[in-house]
């Protein structure tokens, strides 16, 4: 039975978009760059083909910056998503708007 669901909520395609922003993280994270702390001090270690390249710390880090947030934005999407199908037929406050 199809179930028409609120606020154009399509399952399949917001966890795809959330899985495949964390597999691009993990290969940014575990291949490309491949980042190790230097503990105990407040450094890092850069061994992927990308450090390789002679790359400035400065693009490194931006691109290390973008990859942690990346993830960030589908997975709240989802999670507002789900939440919006959880209270759809209660008059509680902590439902959002439809805009």
């Known amino acids: 039975k199809n179930v028409q669901l609120p606020f154009n909520f399509h399952w399949e395609r917001d966890v795809s978009l959330d899985l495949i922003s964390l597999l691009f993280f993990e290969w940014i994270l575990c291949w490309f760059v491949r980042v190790y702390p230097l503990m105990p001090y407040p450094a890092f270690y850069c061994d992927g083909p990308l450090c390789r390249l002679g790359l ?3 693009a490194l880090s931006t691109l ?3 990859v942690v947030a990346l993830p ?5 999407y989802l999670l507002l ?8 037929n209660s008059k509680s406050r902590a ?5």
């Open 56 to 58: 400035s710390q400065q």
């Open 64 to 66: 290390l910056a973008f």
């Open 72 to 76: 960030n934005v589908p997975f709240c």
């Open 81 to 88: 998503s789900m939440h919006q199908k959880l209270v759809i």
């Open 95 to 99: 439902r959002l708007s439809q805009r």
